[in-house]
């Protein structure tokens, strides 16, 4: 520590420069997402919570993929819960728009995955490698519309999910400017997966 009206010694003068430069190196290194702060919306729509056990989000999850007019978007972790793939099965072929974007380890390692037999009925997959974990588990319902839709929480699509474990999911509708947020991040996403095989 400095006496008061003593000049910094040569080491107090290079720690302080070099505290200055890693600072600065730091901050020049982050992504930009790390310097831009999250949005703040305001609340509009309706909210609908449901946990497991105890609620059945499968059947929640479906019903919201089955009103679907034009397009569902999907990230997801891990995929084994029949229903849920059943529905966008389904809205594959009635003509919505459904693409799926998957963890690539969790699509490979786990034997019970559904992604596969989604691809065989013509649902596009795409893989996400380009992370530790793809662990978004998120659907896009309908943006840019008066019935735009957002699924997301806890839960994974699967069947552990449902029947296992202790989860949680919102259904929002009504909040487009939430709804636009997701779409663009899950737009990001699509920009760098690769198809499933």
């Known amino acids: ?107 490979e390692k786990i034997p019970t995955s559904l992604i596969a037999r989604m691809v065989s009925q013509g649902v596009p997959v795409f893989m996400d490698s380009n992370h530790s974990s793809a662990h978004n588990k998120v659907m896009v319902i309908d943006a840019g519309s008066a019935q735009a839709t957002l699924i997301t929480g806890s839960f994974n699509f699967t069947h552990a999910a449902q029947h296992k474990n202790a989860e949680n999911v919102l259904v929002m509708r009504g909040n487009s400017a939430l709804v636009d947020l997701y779409l663009e991040n899950w737009l990001d996403h699509f920009n760098h997966a690769r198809p499933y095989r």
């Open 1 to 107: 520590m400095m006496s008061p009206g003593r000049s910094p010694s040569v080491k107090q003068y290079m720690a302080g420069c070099l505290a200055v430069l890693l600072t600065t190196s730091v901050a020049a290194f982050e992504p930009p997402s790390y310097r831009k702060p999250p949005p703040v919306l305001s609340a509009s729509g309706t909210v609908q919570v449901a946990f497991t056990p105890g609620q059945d989000v499968g059947k929640l999850i479906a019903d919201a993929i089955d009103g679907a007019r034009t397009q569902v978007l999907v990230q997801a972790f891990s995929f084994t819960h029949r229903r849920i793939a059943d529905a966008l099965i389904a809205a594959r072929h009635r003509g919505v728009d459904v693409k799926v974007i998957a963890d690539r380890e969790q699509t």
